[in-house]
């Protein structure tokens, strides 16, 4: 590390020094209006300082005299402009400047599509990913989205207004993309399928979004990716991993390519777990889109993905304190064995486009993907439970000075799932005065083998061990009650399943003449049949939005479905194993009513947006979470509700970089319903939370600069979120209403810009082909907060079983360097 920071600091706080023969320039610089621009970046290309222009957009700088100097004019949101100059000892030289703004300033201000902005959906710069701290993640990024929630930093899953990891839709140019099913751990879990350095356009939607996206209860994520004009690439290389990306095109522009892949290992952050041991994750992908011009009309596109994830442990030893400041406890855990974990995923898509003219378009899409998993772990514990001396006074303060529980657990899983889903598409597009009518019809076909056996023995002080009775007091040895040998759970399948799934859609968007008043109205239907289980279900869905004629810039909308789930592998295998082929669709009801208001501030563009939302659950197929892992019920035995409120502010908090801030209340219940032989109702639950009811969240993307110099930077994320749902393994639904500590997570990233637009390089400079590079060093976990993500229980010497936190990483350092060519 020593040697980390000393690389950094050679890179940031380099000295340079002025000859002792200046010169002085002056001007104004301005728009292209001619509107002064105040704050505005003036600094010599090369060398240390600058200054800013004032209000009146004057400055006036040193410089060194009697040779050729590069101006660097910046101002974030507008071109970057140098200047030559060569001025004599004492010359004073005025230079006047005009910079252009970039018209890709901030989402939903300088450029906004009216589309976007009247539907559910909202759009995203996925450049703003390269300045997160951590991680370059697109998913990085959709986790401090309104409505959206994640307590655990080593995954790329998120729960969106009260759903699990399963009810959020991702597309990569209109291919659905697959989540792995066996993951039980954010550790396990590696890359995220999206790349973002070949991503080119982010659309997220929270919910009551449009028929044309598939059957989800709670997001989409709709990702495209660039279309390469010319040669360039991206490479990173940090404490976490590396990546690579270049792209190209041909010079009659018919034929592009785009290449990425990544690798990431997280041992560095695992190590600041509570478990010691020999960590050993790899992940790695590539992945390519090709694009071909068969003609002006006719285009085809492949897209390809290969992911191989390894993730290994050898556990050793554990030690972790709980209970309260009066009554600390302590748990040691001894380990023997080790877990082995494989997950190979491939990809493959084709799309051929046909467009006639520019207000239709045609696709036929077919994709396949297949995915092999298996984990593989025996791990034996030992532990022991202790009475922590937390009496500041005492020779004992803060050892273990009695024993209160001995036991031993015992954990083995062979598990291995293949699935190859392959289908085939049409999606179709035209827009005819002032409708756009989208229609899309798929097939589908999956092949599932799936093998699991696992078992959990837990021997606590004879816990499990057979025995009789004790025999005093009997005088009939034939009343003793024998005890069996019982394991704390098993689970076992052994399954295949071919099935079908058939699904299309239709809607219409049109909007009112431009003489009229502003509204925009959508309405859809989606329907979606399987028959593994025999089901055909049918979404309609409308939208109105509505923009008054008014000196503020506002919009409202309002929409309303029904957003049914067919189940997925996944939700048929109940906690034991079986699999239920009776499981039908859950729904959900939803109303969404939103607003935003763009309007500025200081002279800044800023966007406030608000929706309220309401959701009527049925049919729900209850299940439990534990870290990542989600376990089914198997069974349409529930109905609940979820509802809240998100705000969003975001925009130009510092002057020219964008940053943000959400708010989000929400609250999710469900009650459980028992059925008698006879299939009437036996017993209703009172209403219960359901694992994702997480009441408030507030998340927060910052950026600075240094005023004076630019190439300085500082982003910051931080997250917060009150508890989650938790209860006892193997106790019942109703029991699991203990909550866990809140979730608290500040990270803080230092950059500085190496290469830019400040930068000039001789033609035998071999950094001259780079556009980009800066080097920046990341505080993970800057408050040093324990976040908590699980639970394990322990039973002492009295029959008390106690939870014991599993907590996520602590704070570490972690530097990275980005450069664009």
């Known amino acids: 590390m020593k040697v980390f920071i000393a690389i950094f600091s050679l890179f940031v706080f380099s000295i340079s020094a002025f000859s002792q023969n200046q010169a002085v320039v002056f001007g104004k610089v301005t728009d292209d209006k001619g509107t002064p621009l105040d704050l505005v970046n003036v600094a010599i290309s090369g060398l240390p300082g600058g200054t800013v222009t004032d209000p009146k957009g004057n400055f006036e700088l040193k410089i060194p005299a009697g040779r050729d100097i590069y101006i660097v004019f910046s101002y974030m949101g507008y071109e970057k402009k140098v200047q030559q100059v060569r001025v004599e000892n004492g010359e004073r030289k005025e230079i006047n400047m005009s910079i252009k703004q970039n018209m890709t300033e901030i989402e939903g201000v300088a450029v906004e599509d009216k589309r976007v902005r009247t539907s559910n959906i909202i759009r995203i710069d996925p450049k703003i990913a390269d300045m997160l701290p951590m991680s370059n993640s697109i998913n990085a990024l959709i986790k ?216 239709s378009v045609y696709k036929l899409i077919f994709s396949g993907v297949n995915s092999n998993e298996s984990e593989n772990y025996d791990l034996l514990g030992q532990y022991w439970i202790g009475q922590v001396e937390n009496n500041p006074g005492s020779e004992n303060y803060g050892d273990v000075v009695q024993t209160q529980g001995v036991g031993t657990y015992m954990e083995h899983a062979r598990n291995s799932l293949d699935y190859t889903i392959f289908n085939i598409a049409h999606r179709g597009s035209v827009e005819t005065g002032q409708n756009l009518i989208q229609w899309g019809v798929k097939y589908q076909h999956e092949w599932i083998t799936d093998a699991m056996n696992e078992w959990i023995l837990i021997d606590s002080a004879g816990y499990t061990l057979p025995r009789p009775t004790d025999s005093i007091g009997y005088s009939n040895p034939s009343q003793q009650i024998d005890y069996p040998f019982t394991m704390k759970y098993f689970g076992s399948t052994n399954a295949e399943i071919a099935s079908n799934r058939y699904t299309a859609f239709i809607q219409d968007i049109w909007s009112l003449p431009p003489d009229k008043p502003d509204f925009t109205f959508t309405v859809g239907l989606r329907a979606n049949y399987w028959d593994y289980n025999n089901q055909l279900v049918v979404s309609p869905r409308a939208r109105v939005s509505f923009k008054p004629d008014w000196k503020k810039d506002f919009l409202f909308r309002i929409s309303a479905g029904w957003y049914y789930q067919p189940p997925f592998y996944r939700e048929l295998r109940d906690l034991s194993g079986a699999i239920h082929s009776d499981v039908k669709a859950q729904r959900s009801i939803q109303v969404v009513i939103g607003s935003d208001w763009n309007f500025k501030a200081w002279d800044r563009p800023f966007k406030f947006v608000t929706e309220v939302y309401y959701k009527k659950l049925d049919f729900l197929n209850p299940y439990i979470v534990d870290n990542v892992r989600i376990r089914y019920m198997a069974n349409n035995n529930a109905f609940g509700y979820a509802a809240g409120i998100d705000m969003k502010i975001n925009g130009e908090f510092v002057k020219g970089v964008d940053s943000w801030a959400s708010l989000s209340v929400m609250q999710t219940m469900e009650k459980i319903v028992q059925y008698d032989d006879f299939g009437d109702i036996a017993d209703t639950t009172a209403y219960i939370p359901r694992p994702t009811d997480q009441r408030v969240m507030f998340s927060m993307f910052f950026q600075d600069y240094l005023p004076k110099n630019p190439t300085y930077r500082m982003s910051l994320t931080l997250s917060f979120g009150t508890g989650l749902p938790f209860g006892p393994p193997q106790a019942s639904k109703d029991k699991h209403t203990l909550r866990m500590n809140p979730y608290r997570r500040v990270d803080v990233g230092f950059s500085k810009e190496l290469i830019g637009g400040h930068t000039r390089f001789s033609k035998k400079n071999p950094l001259r082909g780079f556009k980009a590079m800066w080097i920046s060093l990341e505080i993970l976990n800057l408050l040093q907060v324990a976040n908590t993500v699980s639970y394990i229980w322990v039973t002492d010497v009295f029959g008390r079983q106690y939870a014991v936190p599993n907590y996520l990483t602590m704070r570490q350092l972690n530097i990275k360097l980005v450069a664009k060519f």
């Open 144 to 359: 401090i989205q309104p409505g959206v929630s994640s307590t655990n930093e080593l995954s790329s899953q998120y729960r969106v207004r009260g759903g699990n990891f399963d009810e959020n839709l991702v597309y990569v140019n209109d291919i659905e993309i697959y989540r792995p099913m066996l993951i039980r751990s954010g550790q396990q879990e590696g890359l995220s399928f999206v790349n973002s350095d070949m991503t080119s356009s982010v659309l997220f939607s929270a919910g009551g979004f449009d028929a044309k996206y598939g059957d989800k209860m709670s997001s989409v994520l709709d990702i495209r990716y660039k279309k390469p004009t010319k040669f360039g690439g991206s490479f990173s290389l940090g404490l976490l991993g590396a990546s690579l990306e270049f792209e190209d095109a041909s010079k009659n522009q018919k034929f592009s390519y785009l290449i990425g892949a990544r690798y990431k290992s997280t041992k560095y952050l695992l190590n600041t777990l509570q478990t010691d041991g020999d960590y050993k994750p790899s992940f790695f992908d590539i992945q390519a889109l090709i694009t071909y011009k068969i003609s002006s009309k006719l285009e085809l596109s492949l897209l390809g993905n290969f992911a191989n994830n390894r993730y290994s442990l050898v556990p050793t030893s554990r030690e972790t304190d709980f209970g309260t400041v009066q009554n600390v406890k302590r748990l040691k855990i001894y380990f023997e064995g080790q877990e082995v974990d494989h997950y190979v995923n491939y990809l493959g898509g084709a799309t051929l486009s046909y467009r006639p003219d520019n207000k």
